[in-house]
């Protein structure tokens, strides 16, 4: 079947601006999490998503942040006044169920550049 | 908190020889340990986990691991590199006292295999 999808794949902005970053689960899957990755750096835990709520955000840097998943099924990942700082790749993750045991699926990423 | 050390960010070896890749965590509670392997452009790609039961724990591609309780580490070997085992690995662990799925991830070892 079909894994976890992210667009777009690479995404370049200007300081300032605002960015909205897709990832489709796979299909059936209640649990979602985003992370991002520096260079030279593991993911950073993000925030999870049970269902529509976001069980924690606590991995959110500030306000700009911000996640929905309106329908239990796709989220986006919003990022306000953009920082060259929040430069990095944004990975998704769903598993089945969300138990802290199961296996996370993760999605290409999407490579964002803020200049 | 939890939180995992990759002993070297970089190793090489000869094809043929022996893989061997350092991870140790920090954790209140004995946790869900996990490997991950990373190609370029690609999504993480689960190698292995442990969660109870035996400590060594066989994955994909003739990987292994053994958690060791008392040294708190999960290091990952495969006895024979092959030049497609070139990527870039990380270690994760989840901690089970605390909300579920959320994963602390090392900062990656890049494996390079010399023919």
């Known amino acids: 079947g079909a894994g976890v999808s992210q667009t777009p794949s690479n995404k370049v902005t200007e300081k300032g601006k605002y960015v909205e970053l897709r990832c489709d689960p796979i299909?059936?899957?209640?649990?979602l999490y985003w992370y991002r990755q520096s260079l030279g750096q593991g993911p950073e835990f993000l925030i999870y998503f049970q269902g529509t709520g976001a069980a924690d955000d606590s991995g959110l840097p500030n306000d700009r942040f911000f996640a929905v998943r309106p329908e239990g099924s796709v989220s986006t990942l919003k990022i306000q006044r953009t920082e060259r700082g929040d430069s990095a790749v944004y990975l998704c993750?769903?598993?089945?169920?969300?138990?802290?045991?199961?296996?996370?699926?993760f999605g290409p990423g999407t490579r964002l550049l803020v200049l | 908190a939890q939180s995992v050390t990759q002993l070297g960010s970089h190793v090489s070896v000869s094809e043929g020889a022996l893989v061997l890749l350092r991870c140790n965590y920090s954790?209140?509670?004995?946790?869900?340990l996990f490997w991950y392997v990373q190609y370029p452009n690609q999504g993480l790609q689960l190698l292995l986990k442990y969660t109870t039961g035996a400590t060594l724990v066989k994955g994909i591609n003739g990987f292994e691991a053994e958690f060791k309780k008392s040294e708190t580490s999960f290091h990952l070997t495969k006895p024979s590199a092959h030049m497609s085992d070139a990527a870039e690995y990380f270690c994760?662990?989840?901690?089970?006292?605390?909300?579920?799925?959320?994963?602390?991830f090392g900062d990656g070892t890049t494996l390079t295999v010399k023919p």
């Open positions: 993750a769903s598993s089945p169920a969300g138990g802290y045991q199961e296996t996370q699926y």
């Open positions: 954790s209140s509670v004995p946790p869900y």
């Open positions: 299909s059936g899957h209640t649990a």
């Open positions: 994760a662990v989840s901690d089970r006292d605390t909300n579920a799925g959320k994963s602390t």
